[in-house]
């Protein structure tokens, strides 16, 4: 008997956990193929090659694209198949897993596979960003610039063997040393702050960098976007919010400002800054950013 929800194009990221997702391949494609769920599996080469596939996937009969990997890999499939009919799982084997956590997903993959096995489609918001070269890109979970966007760029390459959530922090805190603060301006549906940041980020689910809830009350279905700002603080006061991050993000200081909109523009005063998204580098600021009211459908 075929399982309901139709034919499967699974993306594997080899690479995405230190290996988690190829360890993990066997028993998640194994449960799912002896549920009737027919299954095509597809071992990714690139970010470049994840697009190319989830984009082809609609046209070549494929009902769901699912990811058994990190947000990484999510970020780029949803990014190729966004806007097709097909349907999105997360089957979370990475070392983020953050739009996982946003969608209450279970955060082993087996798990996550039996939760699609009795799930059904769900409407999902997306973030679509535009940068100034023109370039468009659809963010998952949340991203941002600033001391965050910096830290991203060592994630994947001095601290990539470090795990988890401990890779970002530590990244945060090499970067900080050096930082300054940057004078932005943030515009949003009826409001605009300028001055200097820490940090400008954008969330559509609760967390980002595995597990740091910046901003506990985002809801990934609810058509709106969520916009934290930091302002400037030592390096004590960094050091006091991580814990809090990690437990429930209640971060009630006079530093932190939470905004509610359907978009928001991040303009840097000065040079161009990285803005980090779903773990990945898709652009620099100046970026706007508006939420896409359930433009993807999740199976869970």
């Not at 494929?62 to 999510?74: S, W």
Request: glycine residues 12%; positive net charge.
């Amino acid at each position: 008997m075929v399982h309901p929800h139709g034919k499967m194009l699974l993306i594997v990221n080899p690479a995405a956990g230190g290996g988690r997702a190829r360890r993990g391949a066997s028993a998640v494609c194994g449960l799912l193929r002896k549920h009737g769920v027919a299954l095509e599996v597809h071992e990714s080469r690139s970010a470049d090659d994840i697009r190319a596939v989830a984009t082809r996937a609609a046209s070549d009969g494929f009902r769901v694209v699912a990811v058994l990997g990190g947000d990484g890999a999510l970020h780029h499939a949803v990014n190729g198949a966004a806007g097709t009919e097909v349907d999105f799982a997360i089957f979370p084997a990475g070392n983020g897993n953050d739009a996982a956590r946003g969608l209450g997903i279970p955060l082993d993959p087996v798990a996550a596979a039996h939760a699609f096995l009795r799930g059904r489609p769900r409407f999902t918001d997306l973030l679509r960003a535009r940068f100034t070269a023109g370039a468009t890109r659809f963010i998952v979970s949340a991203g941002g610039l600033g001391l965050d966007g910096e830290a991203a760029r060592l994630v994947a390459t001095r601290f990539r063997r470090l795990p988890g959530a401990v890779r970002y922090i530590a990244a945060a805190l090499w970067v900080f040393v050096g930082f300054q603060p940057a004078e932005m301006e943030v515009e949003w549906d009826d409001g605009r702050w300028r001055g200097p940041l820490l940090l400008a980020a954008v969330a559509n689910g609760s967390s980002y960098g595995a597990g740091l809830r910046i901003e506990p009350a985002a809801r990934m279905d609810d058509g709106l976007l969520n916009i934290v700002l930091a302002r400037p603080m030592p390096l004590l006061r960094v050091l006091e919010a991580f814990p809090i991050l990690l437990r429930d993000g209640n971060l009630k200081w006079p530093e932190i400002l939470r905004i509610r909109s359907h978009s928001v523009v991040l303009r840097p005063l000065g040079r161009l800054s990285c803005f980090h998204g779903d773990g990945e580098l898709p652009g620099e600021a100046p970026v706007e950013i508006a939420v896409a009211p359930a433009a993807a459908r999740f199976i869970y």
